[in-house]
């Protein structure tokens, strides 16, 4: 019996320990991930004008959509017309003068990777 509860106490304990680490080095990465962006060219931006590598500035942050675009409601070509460009009118307009969602805004933060120079 007592080997049973000293087992479960080495266990819990181990447990917590274990959650904690994992929670402190989570911590860690984001903060990480909230430092300082990188810093790009319209020109370094231009490169990725392809649905294989699709960058995209809208209001001043650059994206890498190019993971995105399967996932995208819209035919690969309208996203493409907008690759290795400044395309905050689409975002505003998506090209007939309609806002995208809020939704859509948001989703855009998993796939920023920078600021315009």
């Given at each position: 019996?007592k080997?049973?509860?000293?087992?479960?106490f080495i266990?819990?304990w181990?447990?917590i320990?274990?959650?904690?680490?994992?929670?402190?080095l989570?911590?860690?990465?984001v903060?990480e991930a909230?430092?300082?962006?990188s810093t790009y060219t319209?020109?370094?931006?231009?490169?990725?004008n392809?649905?294989?590598?699709?960058?995209?500035?809208i209001e001043?942050?650059v994206?890498?959509f190019?993971g995105?675009i399967?996932?995208?409601?819209?035919?690969?070509v309208?996203?493409e017309?907008?690759c290795?460009?400044?395309?905050t009118?689409?975002?505003?307009?998506?090209?007939?003068?309609?806002?995208h969602?809020?939704?859509a805004w948001?989703?855009m933060?998993d796939y920023?990777?920078?600021?315009?120079?």
């Amino acid at each position: 019996m007592k080997k049973t509860v000293f087992a479960a106490f080495i266990a819990f304990w181990s447990s917590i320990g274990t959650l904690v680490l994992v929670g402190s080095l989570s911590a860690h990465a984001v903060s990480e991930a909230e430092g300082e962006l990188s810093t790009y060219t319209l020109e370094q931006v231009a490169e990725h004008n392809t649905l294989g590598s699709c960058w995209m500035v809208i209001e001043g942050k650059v994206y890498d959509f190019t993971g995105y675009i399967p996932r995208h409601p819209t035919p690969p070509v309208v996203m493409e017309g907008w690759c290795g460009r400044e395309a905050t009118e689409g975002m505003r307009t998506k090209g007939y003068g309609r806002d995208h969602s809020p939704a859509a805004w948001g989703l855009m933060e998993d796939y920023l990777i920078g600021e315009l120079e």
